[in-house]
Each structure stands twice: as C-alpha cells, then as structure tokens.
C-alpha cells in the first residue's frame, strides 16, 4: 500500500503540539532566562560625593590623611572597598584632595613630614606637598580629587567605572 502525500490527523496533531509547546517554552523560558542572567551582566558605574567632614578639623599647610569605603554590588557579588585621601587645606577656604594611591604600581603612599614629601616605599618614588613628581619611576602626579564645600563641610567626588 503506498504512503499518502498527504499529513494524517495524527502526525497533524503531533505537529501542532510541538510547535504550540515551542512557543509557550520560549514565551515563559526566555524572560526567565533573562531574569536570572542580568545581574550578571550589569554593569554599574560609581559616581558620588563622600563627605569628609567639616574644613575645619584639617589644619592649614598640613596634609591629614582620611580613609573611608564604600559598597559595591556587581551581579550577585557584594565588595566592599577601602579609599585613602590626603586632605590639603591651603588656605581657609582653597583645599586640594589627593589619592594616597601612587600612580607607579598603585602602592600606598605616605606623608613624611620630615622631609615634607609624600613618599611611596614600592619603588622609592616621591611627590611634593602639591602631588607634584619629585623623583622615583612614577609616570604621573598624584591623582586630585573634585573638591566641593557646602556650609562647612567638605566633600570629593568619587568617580569609578
């Protein structure tokens, strides 16, 4: 008996349901697939002002080291990372903040006040009191920070991403 051309009731019904099933799989399976990978896939930028406090507990001519961190959230991953600053006020109201990250290898500097010079013991590189190069391998001064004051109080902007 030869085969008909001609798709039976059956293999019809087998077809229809596959393709049906197809498509409501795709229409609950894909939002849900997308749901579950988007954090994964965020990428978030941070862009904030940290208060550091009123001008008036940093001294004139002196740079005053603060530290602080912030939370950062990256997918389903939380971080929690550590900031260093040197706060320094020139006048009553002129101040300059810069990173306490040396700009060589991003080791830790610190403020030597013996010889008056930001000094980071990596490498041996040494910046003036303004972040200016002194002498050592680093390629750049030290990185300032946008500095705002209102009512007192003094305040960076924090720029990642």
């Known amino acids: 008996m030869a085969k008909s051309p001609h798709l039976s009731r059956q293999d019809f019904v ?3 349901a596959g393709v049906l099933g ?3 799989g795709a229409i609950v399976g894909l939002p849900a697939i997308g749901y579950l990978l988007s954090p994964a896939l ?5 862009d904030a002002w940290v208060s550091l406090g009123p001008l008036e507990n940093y001294p004139i001519g002196v740079p005053t080291p603060f530290s602080f961190t912030r939370s950062k959230v990256n997918g389903w991953e939380k971080t929690v990372n550590s900031y260093g600053v040197f706060i320094l006020r020139k006048s009553e109201s002129e101040v300059v903040v810069f990173s ?5 290898l991003s080791c830790r500097v610190a403020w030597k006040e013996d010889i008056q ?3 980071c013991p990596c490498h041996d590189a040494h910046f003036g009191i303004n972040g200016e190069i002194i002498s050592g391998p680093q390629p750049r001064p030290l990185d300032r920070y946008e500095t705002r004051l209102e009512g007192g109080n003094l305040s960076i902007r924090l720029l990642e991403g």
């Open 42 to 46: 965020k990428t978030t930028k941070l």
């Open 22 to 24: 197809s498509i409501m």
């Open 117 to 119: 010079q930001y000094y």
């Open 100 to 104: 306490n990250v040396c700009t060589h």
């Open 14 to 16: 087998k077809f229809t």
